[in-house]
């Protein structure tokens, strides 16, 4: 193969550079690793069958090293150290392969005109740098995430293999690249990006055909079958800082868990989406079932109950209750949170820490975005999860808040005035919706006091979903270190209703309060109104968008005194041009109104 490196021109990136396309992500270089290949797989799914996702740490024979040594990675290939990797006594390597997928379709020289409609799927992971796709709901919406490939490797240097659809038919596509650093040769200055195949009219093309199959049969331990299509990357070197190649599959079987959790599941016809597997040298590593995880099991049983809302079904049967409830801007249903309470593993995993987060995802891909922490149950042995979709139309909007690692909602890098209010506003109530989920449990207890038997069964009780308990209420539970037992008073909103104001443009919105625990002659409430904007929350009553109604039909906007277990509406009137905010406190005895 025909070493080409990039010499520096008007425009191109340094080698180092493209490497820090990625920014500085919320997760860790294995778990990136996994999301970036797992969502570039999905994205390229053929849809007949399950996606196939291998990841196999392998140890390269010393027929494979010599044929990489000698037919690959020829050349001096300045700047990266391949040479002294391959002459290690192990050379090791990732091979991350996908099957059920198109392959690498497309042109394979970026400098031409592409024809209308035509996939640039090579192009786009081979050459360039930050090309965005065409479908913003996919997983991965940016070409920054291929550099992760190029992070992993310590010398930077990756082969790939892939097999797609032609106008003559399937072809077998070869090229490798690295990413080294910036060096001279013969006068000039080259970028430290290189690339291995043939050269064509001056510019690096992969070997195409059956030198391209022969030579993949090499170096790959997965070979494709008749007509079958796919990509398989090949890193040399991985670097993932365990100590040693079975600690590198554990990591990454972990990473899958944890990040790739909804694609183990089956789907609505019973069937996997994925077919996801880690190897170490050929050899299944066992992957948990999430649904029976002690930890994961929650947020699989909210997936479910979301799935099957945003589908118009019925969720299925849970063992534990699951809550789903919108997430809405004005009238606007921006997605739909599922949460759920449910006990502690005890004995689990060493280090495993209960669930206290809210997993987003998107809509149509399902793959983890990130998880959001909130407050844990100040109940021992019970832990809380919750897991968000938007809906189907708000996905594009959700895809383009991401930053390349897709690893955060961001609505400040949105351009849009709407789009933007409708990620910060979705992302602020369902964490405003979780609190309130988890705040009846929050109970207040000494230090050396300990859960009763007959409170694990009220707490159990209240969790069961469609069961009654029958352990005493959670007012006349035992308490052990004596005394009273008394609980905080604390505010929760009921589901709003909508009206038609007298004001054209504007809408009357009715939020029943709800106060729990406190003292028995009721505590008194102030609900706040106002503009919500990116930066928080602009109070403002009777202006030209925003007007507070008051309780109970009333124009009393005062503190009202509401007893617990009880409701009473407030209403108030906007525009439907802002978001609102509204936020409730409750009053001391020397409180003003």
């Not at 797992?38 to 196999?56: C, K, Y």
């Amino acid at each position: 193969m025909d070493w080409f490196p990039q010499r520096f021109e008007p425009g191109a990136i340094q080698g180092a550079g493209a490497k820090k396309l990625l920014g500085t992500p919320h997760v860790s270089t294995e778990e990136l690793l996994v999301r970036e290949t797992a969502q570039n797989s999905w994205d390229a799914r053929t849809g007949d069958r399950p996606v196939e996702f291998i990841l196999n740490i392998r140890e390269l024979t010393s027929e494979t090293v010599q044929t990489l040594a000698r037919s690959v990675f020829t050349g001096p290939a300045s700047g990266t150290q391949i040479r002294r990797a391959l002459s290690d006594n192990e050379v090791w390597a990732v091979e991350i392969s996908d099957r059920g997928t198109v392959g690498l379709g497309g042109p394979v020289r970026n400098d031409r005109a592409i024809p209308e409609h035509s996939v640039t799927h090579f192009i786009d992971l081979i050459f360039n740098i930050g090309a965005t796709k065409g479908d913003p709901t996919s997983g991965g919406t940016y070409g920054f995430g291929k550099s992760i490939a190029y992070m992993v490797s310590k010398v930077g240097a990756i082969v790939v293999w892939s097999r797609c659809a032609t106008d003559r038919g399937p072809e077998d596509r070869l090229i490798a690249s690295a990413i080294g650093d910036v060096f001279e040769l013969d006068g000039y200055r080259y970028t430290g990006r290189h690339w291995w195949g043939r050269t064509v009219e001056g510019r690096p093309e992969p070997i195409v055909g059956p030198a391209a199959r022969d030579l993949g049969r090499e170096l790959f331990a997965k070979p494709f079958g008749d007509d079958e299509l796919g990509t398989s990357i090949l890193i040399l070197a991985p670097e993932f800082g365990a100590p040693g190649p079975e600690d590198d599959a554990d990591v990454l079987t972990e990473a899958v868990l944890w990040n790739l959790w909804p694609k183990l599941l089956p789907d609505a016809t019973g069937m996997h989406p994925m077919d996801i597997r880690v190897q170490l040298n050929g050899v299944d590593y066992p992957i948990p079932d999430p649904s029976s995880h002690p930890v994961l099991s929650g947020p699989v049983s909210c997936l479910s109950a979301v799935r099957a809302v945003q589908s118009g079904a019925t969720p299925p049967p849970s063992l534990f209750a699951v809550d789903v409830v919108e997430i809405k801007r004005y009238n606007e249903v921006l997605g739909h949170l599922a949460l759920t309470k449910y006990p502690s593993a005890s004995g689990g995993p060493s280090g495993q820490m209960p669930s206290r987060a809210i997993t987003l995802m998107r809509n149509g891909a399902e793959l983890v975005v990130r998880r959001i922490e909130r407050a844990p149950l100040a109940e021992p042995g019970f832990q809380w999860a919750g897991v968000f979709k938007p809906v189907a139309t708000l996905d594009p909007t959700f895809a383009s808040s991401e930053p390349p690692a897709h690893d955060d909602w961001s609505p400040a890098s949105l351009h849009d005035k709407i789009q933007r209010s409708q990620v910060k506003l979705a992302v602020q109530k369902i964490q405003e919706a979780a609190d309130r989920f988890i705040e009846p449990y929050m109970v207040t207890r000494p230090a050396e006091s300990s859960t009763s038997a007959a409170g694990v069964g009220d707490m159990l009780a209240g969790l069961m979903a469609g069961s009654a308990g029958s352990a005493p209420s959670r007012a006349a539970a035992p308490r052990t270190g004596g005394g009273n037992r008394s609980t905080k008073a604390a505010v929760r909103l009921g589901d709003p209703s909508w009206s038609d104001s007298p004001v054209p443009g504007w809408t009357r919105t009715t939020v029943p309060v709800h106060v729990v625990g406190g003292p028995p002659a009721g505590s008194r409430v102030k609900v706040e109104i106002g503009i919500g904007t990116d930066g928080g929350t602009e109070r403002a009553s009777g202006n030209e968008f925003l007007r507070s109604g008051g309780w109970n039909g009333s124009g009393d906007t005062s503190a009202a005194l509401i007893a617990p277990g009880t409701a009473v509406d407030f209403w108030f009137e906007s525009s439907d041009d802002i978001a609102v905010d509204v936020t409730t406190r409750i009053l001391n005895e020397e409180d003003d109104e």
